[in-house]
Every structure is written in C-alpha cells, then in structure tokens.
C-alpha cells in the first residue's frame, strides 16, 4: 500500500481525497490536515510514501511545508495540488523540493495515477504546466525591428551603418546618397529615436533591435 499524507485547508475537497483514495487498492490515506503548520510532525508520525499539498494554507504555505519538509532525515516525494498555474508558482515548488505538479481540476483517475508516480521516483506535471516551466527558462527574444519609431527603410538602413560603425562618408557611398542627405536621415533619426547624439542612437538601437 502507499501511504497518502493530505494537506489542504478545503474541507470539502479534502475529504473528497480521502475518498477517492479509499476506492484504490494500492492508495492508503493516513492523515488529511487543514494547513500544514506542525507539517514536520506529523510526517515523523504518518510515515507517508507520499504527500499531496496544498500551496495557499493558514499559518504556512504549502511551498513552505515542502522546504521544511526537506530538512527531516528521510523527506517523503511531494505532490502539489493547487490552483495556482502561473509560472512563478510552478518554479518556486519545483525549487524548494516537489517532485510533481497538478492542478485540482485534474480528474481523479490522473491524480491517483500521479501519486503511484511520485512515489515510485518520478517527476509528475501535466503538459501545460511543463510548457510554462519550461517557458521559465528559455532566453529572452531579441526584439524584432518594429515600426514603432516610424523609420523609413533608407533611415533604417543609415541606422545601421551607424550601429555598424560607418561614418557619415561610408554611410553616403553605401546608400548612394550624398553627405547633406545622410545628415539630414539622421537628424530625422535622432527625432524618432528621441536621442540627441550619435551614441545615443547606436545604444538605442542595439537596445530595441530597430536597425
């Protein structure tokens, strides 16, 4: 049997767990608690294979209970069951030591096919919320080149002569414009990019990816 320890301030909820444990024949519920305040303690004494837990709790959080759960010689797997689907949430259990995350709309055949996971050693998320925690980690995009400044395509290409390093002859012979003309696209430049030098441009540019 895999023994079942429950933490969630929903009463009604809570039971419901307790519940659909009972209809297994390999899941043993062995204590369902309204918050997880002497969380320690009651671990020490329930002995769980596994813990399902709550994250919004009275007195102390459910990621809380899960970093104070990793301090006890011999930690039980932990599953999350929650509301909460943001990333930041998903990442801050994860951190402090869960081993799986679902939501509470799971249906009932997941979650306890989720806890027979956990227990054996594995790591449970539904797909979406995997996406989101994974999303957590990748590099921020490089903005695309908008047209929010309102940069013709020849001020554009000025632009990035200049982050390119050109001066303004370069410029001229690469646009095959003449120098009064590159003057003037770059005063325009400036206006759009509300910048007043050559270096405040190049690092705006750089900074938003319009070049």
Do not use: W
Not at 109 to 118: F, H, I, N
Not at 153 to 181: F, N, P, W
């Amino acid at each position: 049997m895999i023994r079942v320890s429950i933490y969630d301030d929903n009463d009604s909820l809570r039971q419901t767990l307790v519940m659909l444990l009972d209809t297994t024949d390999d899941l043993l519920p062995i204590g369902a608690y309204p918050n997880a305040l002497e969380v320690t303690q009651t671990i020490v004494v329930d002995q769980p294979d596994v813990v399902l837990m709550d994250i919004d709790m009275p007195g102390r959080s459910g990621i809380e209970a899960v970093r104070l759960i990793q301090t006890l010689p011999a930690p039980p797997p932990i599953l999350m069951l929650t509301v909460h689907e943001e990333p930041e949430a998903v990442f801050e259990a994860v951190s402090a030591g869960a081993m799986g995350y679902l939501l509470k709309k799971t249906p009932g055949s997941r979650l306890t096919e989720a806890l027979r996971d956990v227990a054996a050693g594995g790591a449970v998320m539904t797909p979406t919320i995997a996406a989101k925690l994974l999303g957590t980690f990748q590099p921020p995009k490089r903005p695309a080149p908008a047209s929010s400044f309102d940069l013709t395509e020849k001020e554009q290409e000025v632009l990035r002569r200049l982050v390119e390093g050109d001066s303004y002859k370069l410029i001229a012979a690469h646009c095959h414009i003449s120098m009064g003309t590159v003057r003037t696209h770059i005063v325009n430049i400036y206006q759009k990019l509300h910048v007043n030098s050559k270096s405040e441009a190049v690092a705006k540019a750089l900074k938003t990816g319009h070049y």
